[in-house]
């Protein structure tokens, strides 16, 4: 069984930056793709930026050109850094990783809360 374990949520004032992190219990070489998704109160949850084995990635356009989806394969780690973040961006921040088309992994979520 995968396990993914998010980090570095917390409370930012509006413009600023936070890195989220992902890492995973094995090698996330073996994923056909992973991303972060984010739910806010009484939202559906939704795909905020994805990363293919490929190295290939797409972002919801609310975050396109503020939020940079990467990955260290020697560490086995996804990152999510988020810069001139807005209190819109407020929401549980999860990651996901795709072993194929039917076998997923979610983490436990990490909290981001952008306010002044």
């Known amino acids: 069984q995968v396990q993914l374990v998010e980090s570095g949520g917390g409370l930012v004032q509006p413009g600023g930056s936070l890195r989220l992190s992902c890492a995973a219990s094995?090698?996330?070489?073996?994923?056909?793709?992973m991303g972060w998704y984010r739910q806010a109160p009484g939202k559906q949850r939704e795909l905020v930026a994805r990363?293919?084995?490929?190295?290939?990635?797409n972002y919801v356009d609310s975050v396109k050109g503020r939020f940079t989806i990467s990955r260290d394969t020697a560490k086995n780690t996804v990152y999510l850094q988020m810069n001139s973040l807005k209190p819109e961006d407020t929401a549980v921040y999860f990651c996901?990783?795709?072993?194929?088309?039917?076998?997923?992994?979610w983490g436990q979520g990490t909290q981001v809360t952008v306010s002044s």
């Open positions: 996901k990783a795709e072993k194929n088309k039917f076998t997923h992994y």
């Open positions: 990363i293919t084995s490929g190295g290939s990635t």
């Open positions: 094995g090698s996330i070489v073996s994923f056909n793709a």
